[in-house]
C-alpha cells in the first residue's frame, strides 16, 4: 500500500515551470526520528552532564538554543567537547526543556515550575520561558502574586509581573492577610498601596496589612510609618481600627502620625469630612478606590407589603418597620441600625446634618388599614438620632403635626416644607423652622404664593433653602430660594423637555449649584441652579455624566399598574400597585457594563416610608463598626406590592 504520509499536501507553481511541493507531516517526522535517535543513543555527537546524569544529544539540535549556538561557535573549549557539564542547574528541569527542544511539548507542574523557569533562563530557551508564564499565569491567586512579583523581577518578565501586580491590587484585601506580603519592601509597599487603581474593598483591610506589615520587623520598619500613612485612606476606616492604629508603637513614636490618626478619629464623631479628608493624604497619596463609594441611603418606618398569595390567605394590615435600615451600594446590602423610638413608622421626614438625623412627623398607620380606635392625623413628635453613638432624643414638639412633608437643614435651622398638615388632610404649601442650637420651633418665614404639587423637592444648598417644582401644564421647573440670613426668597423658572412631569425631579448640591433633572435617560438634559448668580441653566455636556453620577446615586421608582385584586370577600378594590426599588447610580457600572446603573433592590417590599440619600463620611457610619446585616424575603422576586387605594395619601 502507498505511504501516504510520504505525500505532498500542497504544491507552488512558479514562473519558470518548476513546481514546489511540501509535506508538513516532514517536519514533525524529523522530530520524532530525531528523538528516537537521542534516547538510543545513534548518531549522537556530544553528551551534556548536569548533577552527575548524562544526556547524549546531537550539537546541531542543541545548536537552536541562543545559549549552545553561542557555546558552539566559540573557541571555548566545550566547542568541540565530547561531554559538556553544566553547573547551577537542576538535571530533571534540563530533562524537560531537552525534550521541548527535540519535541516541542514540556510538562509543567506547581512543584518544578520555578526550576524549570531558572533552568530555561540560563538557556535562553524563550519558548519554555513563555509556557512557564503562562502556567504562573494560570495559577495566580491571593496568596502567591507578591511571591510572583519578585521571581518576575529576577528573570525580567515584564508582563508576568503586570499580571501579578494587577492581581495583588484587585485582591489587596486578601493579599494583606498572606505571609508573602510581609516580605514587601517598604517601597514595594508604597508603589502597591498608593496605586490609584488600588482594588480595595475595606480600608480597615489595608491599615490592617500595614499594621501586620511593621510587626514582622518592628524595629527596622516603625520608621517608615511617616512614609507609608499617606498612602492610607484614613477618612474611610472605622474608628474602632483607627484606634488600634492609634496605639501601634510606630504611631504613638511618630507625634505627627499620631495627630494624623487622632484628628481623623475625631472628624468621624463630629461629621467633618473635610478635616478627615486633610489628614488622609496630603503629599502624594491615594484617593479613595474608585471602587468604593461613600454614598449611604438611609430608610427610615414605613410598612412591609405582603403578597397577593398571604393576603389572600389572611388579609391582615401591613407589618410597620419600625427601624432604621440603610443600604451599602457598594456590597448591596441593607443594614439594621436601630429601632425607632416610637410607634409612628409612616410619611415621616428625615434629614442629617452633621452625624445627626432629624425625624419628623408622619402617621402610626397606613390609610388603607388605619387604626379603627386612634386617629390616623399626622404626628408632632420630632426626634434626632445620633448615628455615631447609637442614640436618639426628644426635640419639642412640631407646633403642628405633619406627614409626608421634607425637610432640610440650613445655617442651623430645620426646615418643614409642605406635606399633610393636622388642620386638613389635603397637600398645603406651609412650612415649619426650628433653631438646632436653641433646640425650640420659631417662627417660619413669610412662604411666597406656591402652588402646591406632588414632584416638589427640597434642597439645602449655599446658604440657601432651594424648592425645585415642575409644572406639567407649562413644560416648566419653577426654582424658589431662600436666603435664610436675610429671609428674602427668589424665583426663577425655565422650559423643560420631559415626558414625565410627575415623576420626582432628581436633585443634589454640589458647591453652590443645585444640579437636577426629570427623567434619568443617557442622553436626557441636566440643569443647574446657582444660587450666587439665582439663574438656571442647562449643564454643560461634558459635565452631565460626572452630575448624573450624583443625581443617580439613590432615589425611589413608582410603578403603578391599576388591578383587580380577589380577596375572601370577592373584589375588594380597584387599588394601584407600587413597587419601590431603590436605583444606585455608578458611572463605571456604565463605562464597563454598558448600562447606566446598578439597580438595587430592597430586602422586602416597603411603602410609606422615609428616605435620604447621604454620605458615610458625613454621618458617622465609620464611627460603628459592622451592623447587622437585613436579610431578602423568599418572596421578593415575586412581589405583588400591598393593595393600595390610588390615593397619595402615603406616597
Given at each position: 500500500?502507498?505511504?501516504?504520509?510520504?505525500?505532498?499536501?500542497?504544491?507552488?507553481?512558479?514562473?519558470?515551470?518548476?513546481?514546489?511541493?511540501?509535506?508538513?507531516?516532514?517536519?514533525?517526522?524529523?522530530?520524532?526520528?530525531?528523538?528516537?535517535?537521542?534516547?538510543?543513543?545513534?548518531?549522537?555527537?556530544v553528551?551534556?552532564?548536569?548533577?552527575?546524569?548524562?544526556?547524549?544529544?546531537?550539537?546541531?539540535?542543541?545548536?537552536?538554543?541562543?545559549?549552545?549556538?553561542?557555546?558552539?561557535?566559540?573557541?571555548?573549549?566545550?566547542?568541540?567537547?565530547?561531554?559538556?557539564?553544566?553547573?547551577?542547574i537542576?538535571?530533571?528541569?534540563?530533562?524537560?526543556?531537552?525534550?521541548?527542544?527535540?519535541?516541542?511539548?514540556?510538562?509543567?507542574?506547581?512543584?518544578?515550575?520555578?526550576?524549570?523557569?531558572?533552568?530555561?533562563?540560563?538557556?535562553?530557551?524563550?519558548?519554555?520561558?513563555?509556557?512557564?508564564?503562562?502556567?504562573?499565569?494560570?495559577?495566580?491567586?491571593?496568596?502567591?502574586?507578591?511571591?510572583?512579583?519578585?521571581?518576575?523581577?529576577?528573570?525580567?518578565?515584564?508582563?508576568?509581573?503586570?499580571?501579578?501586580?494587577?492581581?495583588?491590587?484587585?485582591?489587596?484585601?486578601?493579599?494583606?492577610?498572606?505571609?508573602?506580603?510581609?516580605?514587601?519592601?517598604?517601597?514595594?509597599?508604597?508603589?502597591?498601596?498608593?496605586?490609584?487603581?488600588?482594588?480595595?474593598?475595606?480600608e480597615?483591610?489595608?491599615?490592617?496589612?500595614?499594621?501586620?506589615?511593621?510587626?514582622?520587623?518592628?524595629?527596622?520598619?516603625?520608621?517608615?510609618?511617616?512614609?507609608?500613612?499617606?498612602?492610607?485612606?484614613?477618612?474611610?476606616?472605622?474608628?474602632?481600627?483607627?484606634?488600634?492604629?492609634?496605639?501601634?508603637?510606630?504611631?504613638?513614636?511618630?507625634?505627627?502620625?499620631?495627630?494624623?490618626?487622632?484628628?481623623?478619629?475625631?472628624?468621624h464623631?463630629?461629621?467633618?469630612?473635610?478635616?478627615?479628608?486633610?489628614?488622609?493624604?496630603?503629599?502624594?497619596?491615594r484617593?479613595?478606590?474608585?471602587w468604593?463609594?461613600?454614598?449611604?441611603?438611609?430608610?427610615?418606618?414605613?410598612?412591609?407589603?405582603?403578597?397577593?398569595?398571604?393576603?389572600?390567605?389572611?388579609?391582615?394590615?401591613?407589618?410597620?418597620l419600625?427601624?432604621?435600615i440603610?443600604?451599602?451600594?457598594?456590597?448591596?446590602?441593607?443594614?439594621h441600625?436601630?429601632?425607632?423610638?416610637?410607634?409612628?413608622?409612616?410619611?415621616?421626614?428625615v434629614?442629617?446634618?452633621?452625624?445627626?438625623?432629624?425625624?419628623?412627623?408622619?402617621?402610626?398607620?397606613?390609610?388603607?388599614?388605619?387604626?379603627?380606635?386612634?386617629?390616623?392625623?399626622?404626628?408632632?413628635?420630632?426626634?434626632?438620632?445620633?448615628?455615631?453613638?447609637?442614640?436618639?432624643?426628644?426635640?419639642?414638639?412640631?407646633?403642628r403635626?405633619?406627614?409626608?412633608?421634607?425637610?432640610?437643614?440650613?445655617?442651623?435651622?430645620?426646615?418643614?416644607?409642605g406635606?399633610?398638615?393636622?388642620?386638613?388632610?389635603?397637600?398645603?404649601?406651609?412650612?415649619?423652622?426650628?433653631?438646632?442650637?436653641?433646640?425650640?420651633?420659631?417662627?417660619?418665614?413669610?412662604?411666597?404664593?406656591?402652588?402646591?404639587?406632588?414632584?416638589?423637592?427640597?434642597?439645602?444648598?449655599?446658604?440657601?433653602?432651594?424648592?425645585?417644582?415642575?409644572?406639567?401644564?407649562?413644560?416648566?421647573?419653577?426654582?424658589?430660594?431662600?436666603?435664610?440670613?436675610?429671609?428674602?426668597?427668589?424665583?426663577?423658572?425655565?422650559?423643560?423637555?420631559a415626558?414625565?412631569?410627575?415623576?420626582?425631579?432628581?436633585?443634589?448640591?454640589?458647591?453652590?449649584?443645585?444640579?437636577?433633572?426629570?427623567?434619568?435617560r443617557?442622553?436626557?438634559?441636566?440643569?443647574?441652579?446657582?444660587?450666587?448668580?439665582?439663574?438656571?441653566?442647562?449643564?454643560?455636556?461634558?459635565?452631565?455624566?460626572?452630575?448624573?453620577?450624583?443625581?443617580?446615586?439613590?432615589?425611589?421608582?413608582?410603578?403603578?399598574?391599576?388591578?383587580?385584586?380577589?380577596?375572601?370577600?370577592?373584589?375588594?378594590?380597584?387599588?394601584?400597585?407600587?413597587?419601590?426599588?431603590?436605583?444606585?447610580?455608578?458611572?463605571?457600572?456604565?463605562?464597563?457594563?454598558?448600562?447606566?446603573?446598578?439597580?438595587?433592590?430592597?430586602?422586602?417590599?416597603?411603602?410609606?416610608?422615609?428616605?435620604?440619600?447621604?454620605?458615610?463620611s458625613r454621618?458617622?457610619?465609620?464611627?460603628?463598626?459592622?451592623?447587622?446585616?437585613?436579610?431578602?424575603?423568599?418572596?421578593?422576586?415575586?412581589?405583588?406590592?400591598?393593595?393600595?387605594?390610588?390615593?397619595?395619601?402615603?406616597?
Amino acid at each position: 500500500m502507498p505511504n501516504y504520509n510520504n505525500r505532498c499536501d500542497s504544491k507552488q507553481y512558479h514562473e519558470d515551470g518548476s513546481c514546489t511541493f511540501e509535506n508538513k507531516n516532514k517536519s514533525h517526522d524529523l522530530r520524532t526520528e530525531l528523538t528516537r535517535q537521542r534516547k538510543n543513543g545513534e548518531f549522537v555527537d556530544v553528551v551534556v552532564e548536569v548533577e552527575g546524569r548524562q544526556f547524549p544529544c546531537h550539537r546541531a539540535v542543541l545548536a537552536v538554543t541562543p545559549y549552545f549556538q553561542t557555546m558552539f561557535s566559540s573557541n571555548l573549549a566545550e566547542s568541540k567537547a565530547k561531554v559538556i557539564t553544566l553547573h547551577d542547574i537542576d538535571s530533571g528541569s534540563f530533562s524537560k526543556i531537552l525534550d521541548f527542544v527535540y519535541t516541542g511539548e514540556i510538562l509543567i507542574g506547581k512543584d518544578d515550575v520555578q526550576d524549570i523557569l531558572q533552568a530555561a533562563h540560563m538557556l535562553q530557551v524563550e519558548g519554555v520561558l513563555e509556557c512557564c508564564q503562562r502556567f504562573i499565569e494560570n495559577n495566580l491567586c491571593a496568596s502567591n502574586c507578591v511571591g510572583v512579583m519578585h521571581l518576575a523581577d529576577v528573570y525580567g518578565l515584564c508582563d508576568l509581573k503586570k499580571t501579578a501586580r494587577r492581581k495583588a491590587m484587585f485582591q489587596i484585601s486578601e493579599v494583606g492577610r498572606c505571609e508573602e506580603f510581609l516580605s514587601l519592601s517598604t517601597q514595594q509597599l508604597l508603589d502597591l498601596l498608593g496605586d490609584k487603581e488600588l482594588g480595595v474593598e475595606k480600608e480597615d483591610d489595608v491599615v490592617l496589612s500595614v499594621m501586620r506589615w511593621l510587626d514582622h520587623e518592628l524595629e527596622s520598619r516603625k520608621t517608615e510609618i511617616s512614609r507609608i500613612l499617606p498612602v492610607l485612606c484614613l477618612s474611610r476606616v472605622r474608628v474602632s481600627m483607627l484606634e488600634k492604629l492609634e496605639a501601634h508603637p510606630a504611631i504613638q513614636e511618630s507625634p505627627e502620625c499620631l495627630a494624623k490618626v487622632t484628628a481623623t478619629k475625631e472628624g468621624h464623631f463630629s461629621g467633618s469630612p473635610q478635616l478627615m479628608a486633610d489628614t488622609g493624604r496630603e503629599e502624594a497619596g491615594r484617593k479613595p478606590s474608585c471602587w468604593i463609594s461613600d454614598d449611604l441611603a438611609i430608610i427610615i418606618g414605613g410598612w412591609k407589603a405582603v403578597t397577593k398569595e398571604r393576603y389572600s390567605q389572611n388579609p391582615t394590615p401591613p407589618v410597620p418597620l419600625q427601624s432604621i435600615i440603610c443600604m451599602d451600594i457598594d456590597r448591596d446590602q441593607c443594614y439594621h441600625v436601630t429601632d425607632i423610638p416610637t410607634p409612628i413608622v409612616g410619611c415621616i421626614s428625615v434629614t442629617s446634618a452633621g452625624r445627626y438625623l432629624y425625624m419628623t412627623g408622619g402617621r402610626a398607620s397606613s390609610s388603607l388599614h388605619p387604626d379603627p380606635g386612634g386617629s390616623n392625623i399626622p404626628s408632632k413628635q420630632a426626634f434626632r438620632y445620633d448615628f455615631a453613638t447609637d442614640t436618639w432624643k426628644r426635640l419639642p414638639d412640631m407646633p403642628r403635626g405633619r406627614a409626608g412633608h421634607q425637610s432640610a437643614v440650613v445655617d442651623g435651622k430645620l426646615y418643614l416644607v409642605g406635606g399633610n398638615t393636622a388642620a386638613t388632610l389635603f397637600n398645603m404649601f406651609s412650612m415649619e423652622c426650628f433653631d438646632i442650637e436653641a433646640e425650640a420651633w420659631i417662627q417660619p418665614p413669610k412662604v411666597p404664593a406656591i402652588i402646591p404639587s406632588p414632584n416638589l423637592k427640597v434642597i439645602a444648598c449655599g446658604g440657601k433653602l432651594v424648592l425645585i417644582q415642575g409644572i406639567k401644564k407649562k413644560s416648566r421647573f419653577c426654582v424658589h430660594a431662600l436666603d435664610v440670613k436675610t429671609q428674602r426668597w427668589t424665583y426663577a423658572s425655565r422650559y423643560v423637555e420631559a415626558e414625565d412631569f410627575d415623576a420626582d425631579f432628581r436633585a443634589t448640591a454640589v458647591g453652590n449649584k443645585v444640579h437636577f433633572c426629570v427623567d434619568m435617560r443617557m442622553y436626557s438634559d441636566v440643569y443647574n441652579y446657582d444660587v450666587d448668580k439665582e439663574t438656571p441653566s442647562i449643564e454643560e455636556k461634558q459635565n452631565t455624566q460626572d452630575v448624573k453620577k450624583e443625581l443617580h446615586i439613590v432615589h425611589a421608582v413608582c410603578d403603578r399598574r391599576k388591578r383587580y385584586v380577589k380577596g375572601q370577600k370577592g373584589i375588594i378594590n380597584t387599588i394601584s400597585r407600587k413597587t419601590y426599588k431603590l436605583l444606585v447610580g455608578q458611572f463605571r457600572s456604565f463605562y464597563n457594563y454598558g448600562s447606566g446603573h446598578t439597580e438595587l433592590i430592597l430586602p422586602f417590599a416597603l411603602f410609606g416610608h422615609g428616605f435620604l440619600a447621604t454620605k458615610k463620611s458625613r454621618v458617622g457610619w465609620f464611627c460603628r463598626d459592622q451592623l447587622a446585616t437585613v436579610e431578602k424575603e423568599k418572596e421578593l422576586h415575586d412581589l405583588l406590592m400591598y393593595y393600595y387605594p390610588s390615593s397619595d395619601d402615603d406616597y
